[in-house]
C-alpha cells in the first residue's frame, strides 16, 4: 500500500466529498423526477374519473352544462399544478436548484427567477436612465397620448365585438348552423399570442434584471384565465353590456380583497362611489331584464359566473401588486411570466378535454371562425401592450380615464351592432356607474394633490 493510500491529502479527501455529494444530489434529484411523474400520472387518472362521474351528474346539454365545463377546466389546471408543486418542494428541501446543468438552470429560474445564482442587488432601468437625457415636448407628449389612446381604443372594442360574435352567434356551414362553444380554446389562443408579443418585445428592449420566481406567476395564472373563462362562458346568460357594467363594478370585490389579502384601508369617497357604482349596477339590471329582441336574459347562471370573474380578476390584481412590490418585475415581464403559466395550464387543460380536436374541427368547418379567433387575440394581445405603454408613459389614472371611456363606447356599440334594448332605467344605471367613476377618479387625483402639498410644506419646515 502506497502512502497516498494510507494518508489521503485534504484536498483529495474534499474531492472525494463533493463526488459523493453529487452523487447523493443527483440520485435524489432521479427520484424526485419519478416522484413529479408518478404524481402527473395519478392526477390524470383521478382527473378522468372525476370527469366521468361529473358527466353522469349533470346534463351536458342543460343551461347548468358551464359547471361541467368548470368542472373540466379545474382538473385540467390540476394536472399541472399538482406535478409542479412536489417539483418545487422537493427542490426547496435538497436544494436541487444548487446544481450544475441545463436542467438544473431551469429548474433554478423556476424557484429563483434568474438562471444564475448571483444577481446584482441594484439594477437601473432604461426608462431611469434616459427620463434626464430624453424631455419630450408638449406636442410630442400629445401625439404619444394620442397613440396610446387610440391603440387601445381600437383594441379593446375590436376584441369587445369579437367576443361577442364569436359567443353568441351562429356560424353556418351549408345547411348546418352551430355555435362555438369551448371557452378554453380561446383564452389559450389569447394567451399564447400574449406571450409571444411580450416576448419579442423583451428581446427588443432593455429590461431589469428578472428575480421573481415562476412558480410565483402560476396562482394570478390561474385566477387570470379562470376569470377570462367566466367572462366568455357569461356571454351565453347575459348580454355585451350587462358584462361591461359588471367589469366596471369590479371596484368593490377588488377593495374587499384588498381588505382580506393585505388588510389595506380604504377612503370614504372610496365606499361611496362603490355604493354608487353597485346602484348603477342594480338600476341597469332591472332595466335590460325585460329585453325582447331575443338577447341573452340575466340568469342565475349568468350572475353567477359574472360574480367569478369579478372574484377572481380581484385576486389576480392584488396578487400582481403583491408581486410588483417583493419582486419588482417589469410590466412586460410580469406579462409574459403570467401568460407563459397560462399557457401551460389551458393547454393541459384542452388536451385533457379533447378541446384541440373540436375547436380544430371547428375551424375547419368555418374558416370565418380563424379569422375571428385571431383578430380576436391580436387586439388581445397588442391591448396589453398598450396598456404597459400608456401606464409607463402617463400613470395609472390617464389610464383609467381611456378604459372608462371605452367601456362606454363598448356598450354604445353592442347596442348598435347586436341590437340589444336598453330602457331609460338602465341607460340611468350606465350614467350612474360611469359617474361614479369619474368622481372615484377625480377625488383620488385630488387626494394624491393634497398630500404632495403636505409632504411639500413639511419638507420647507426642515
Known amino acids: ?15 472525494d ?43 351536458e346539454n342543460g343551461e347548468t352544462a358551464w359547471i361541467l365545463r368548470f368542472v373540466f377546466t379545474i382538473l385540467g389546471y390540476t394536472t399541472v399544478f399538482l406535478p409542479c408543486y412536489v417539483l418545487i418542494h422537493l427542490s426547496q428541501r435538497h436544494n436541487l436548484h444548487t446544481l450544475g446543468g441545463c436542467q438544473w438552470r431551469i429548474l433554478r429560474l423556476i424557484l429563483t427567477g434568474n438562471t444564475s445564482e448571483i444577481v446584482a442587488e441594484t439594477d437601473v432601468t432604461h426608462t431611469e436612465r434616459t ?28 376584441w369587445g ?49 428578472h428575480r421573481t420566481p415562476l412558480y410565483k406567476y402560476s396562482f394570478c395564472s390561474v ?18 353590456p350587462t358584462q361591461v357594467l359588471a367589469k366596471s363594478a369590479k371596484v ?33 339590471l332591472l332595466g335590460s331584464g325585460g329585453d325582447k329582441k331575443g338577447n341573452n336574459v340575466t340568469t342565475v347562471s349568468g350572475a353567477v359566473l359574472l360574480c367569478g370573474y369579478l372574484i377572481f380578476d380581484s385576486f ?16 412586460v415581464q410580469m406579462m409574459c411570466g403570467v401568460n407563459l403559466m397560462s399557457c401551460l395550464f389551458t393547454s393541459a387543460s384542452l388536451i385533457q378535454q379533447g378541446g384541440f380536436f373540436y375547436s380544430l374541427s371547428f375551424a375547419a368547418r368555418h374558416p370565418i371562425f380563424i379569422m375571428d379567433c385571431l383578430l380576436t387575440a391580436i387586439s388581445s394581445a397588442s391591448g396589453q401592450l398598450f396598456i404597459f405603454a400608456t401606464i409607463s408613459k402617463f400613470g395609472p389614472v390617464v389610464f383609467t380615464i381611456i378604459m ?37 377618479m377625480y377625488y383620488a387625483q385630488q387626494h394624491r394633490k393634497r398630500k404632495l402639498e403636505a409632504s411639500e410644506i413639511s419638507d420647507s419646515k426642515v
Open 404 to 440: 372608462t371611456v371605452r367601456q362606454g363606447l363598448s356598450i354604445l356599440l353592442s347596442c348598435l351592432l347586436y341590437q340589444h334594448h336598453l330602457s331609460s332605467m338602465g341607460i340611468l344605471g350606465v350614467f350612474v356607474v360611469f359617474l361614479a367613476i369619474f368622481l372615484r
Open 1 to 15: 500500500m502506497t502512502w497516498a493510500e494510507m494518508y489521503p491529502s485534504s484536498s483529495t479527501v474534499s474531492d
Open 252 to 284: 368593490i370585490p377588488v377593495m374587499l380583497m384588498g381588505k382580506l389579502v393585505s388588510r389595506a384601508q380604504y377612503k370614504n369617497y372610496e365606499y361611496t362611489t362603490a355604493v354608487l357604482i353597485s346602484v348603477g349596477m342594480t338600476a341597469f
Open 131 to 158: 427620463s434626464n437625457t430624453n424631455v419630450l415636448t408638449l406636442y410630442q407628449k400629445a401625439l404619444s397620448l394620442f397613440y396610446c389612446c387610440v391603440g387601445l381604443q381600437v383594441s379593446y372594442l375590436l
Open 161 to 209: 365585438i369579437l367576443q361577442e360574435k364569436i359567443m353568441t352567434r351562429e356560424y353556418t356551414d351549408g345547411d348546418k348552423i352551430e355555435r362555438f362553444t369551448d371557452s378554453q380554446f380561446l383564452v389559450f389562443v389569447n394567451r399564447i399570442l400574449a406571450f409571444l408579443f411580450s416576448g419579442i418585445y423583451m428581446l427588443l428592449t432593455h429590461q431589469n434584471v
Open 17 to 59: 466529498l463533493e463526488e459523493k455529494e453529487t452523487t447523493s444530489w443527483t440520485s435524489q434529484g432521479r427520484g424526485g423526477s419519478a416522484l413529479v411523474i408518478t404524481t402527473g400520472i395519478s392526477t390524470w387518472v383521478v382527473s378522468l374519473i372525476i370527469s366521468n362521474a361529473a358527466k353522469v351528474i349533470i346534463d
Open 223 to 240: 385566477s387570470n384565465t379562470l376569470s377570462s373563462w367566466c367572462q366568455y362562458e357569461a356571454l351565453k346568460f347575459v348580454s355585451f
Open 316 to 331: 389576480t390584481a392584488n396578487w400582481q401588486s403583491a408581486l410588483f412590490k417583493e419582486h419588482k418585475p417589469s410590466s
